[in-house]
């Protein structure tokens, strides 16, 4: 419907994760980038987490949103919504503030500019943390940008993490979008060779 959430029902955006990858849609498979359900949704709305690999508890993750309208058309004029091309907040389902990290806000930046600070999009320096950015450090986005928004985030514990995101349109709209990510235990993996060699021959793993 028409109002300050600009058609979006931020119920039909709640998609849990299968565990094969992190990307989210409105509706559909993870991978798709499906229409919102309701009738009058004017928008649609993607979330791609970790580059649409699955997402581990202690990396920096990139969560990159783009937006477009029901007709398949990329928004093409968000402006900055209170100083931040995007506004997220990623919550555990825990929904508890007792450890650090599971209750966060950051501010996201448009896609594109990552790219003029060092690849942050792409992690192309392994030595770089974005998520150790202060948003107040973060660039002043332009007066206007294109449909996608880039932000970051740790994830402390696993689980399923709700991230809501809001942004503005040049004029005035503001869409809000909710999303369900789930974060999975780093795997361990131990190799060992059931009879040990002699020394000096080849063990096999």
């Known amino acids: 419907g028409d109002g ?16 094969h990858g992190s990307e989210q849609s409105s509706s559909g498979p993870p991978s798709a980038m499906a229409p919102i359900s309701e009738p009058s949704a004017k928008y649609r709305a993607n979330l791609r987490a970790n580059g649409g690999n699955p997402t ?9 949103m783009t937006y477009t309208t029901a007709g398949g058309g990329e928004v093409t004029d968000l402006a900055p919504y209170l100083g931040a091309a995007a506004h997220v907040a990623v919550v555990h389902e825990s929904m508890s503030s007792e450890m650090e990290g599971l209750m966060t806000h950051t501010h996201a930046m448009p896609s594109d500019d ?7 999009a792409h992690s192309a320096s392994p030595t770089m943390d974005p998520c150790a950015m202060d948003v107040q450090n973060m660039p002043v986005p332009p007066a206007r940008f294109g449909s996608r928004v880039i932000a970051y985030a740790r994830f402390p514990r696993p689980g399923a993490y709700a991230v809501v995101s809001g942004v503005r349109r040049a004029d005035g709209e503001t869409l809000f979008t909710r999303f369900v990510l789930r974060v999975l235990e780093v795997p361990v993996q131990l190799y060992t060779n059931p009879e040990p060699p002699q020394a000096g021959e080849p063990a096999e793993l």
Do not use: I, W, Y
């Not at 581990?56 to 990159?64: D, H, I, Q, T, W």
């Open 4 to 19: 300050d959430v600009g058609g979006l029902d931020e119920g039909t955006l709640e998609e849990q994760l299968s565990g």
């Open 56 to 64: 581990f508890v202690g990396s920096c993750v990139a969560l990159e």
């Open 114 to 120: 990552t790219d003029s600070m060092g690849g942050m």
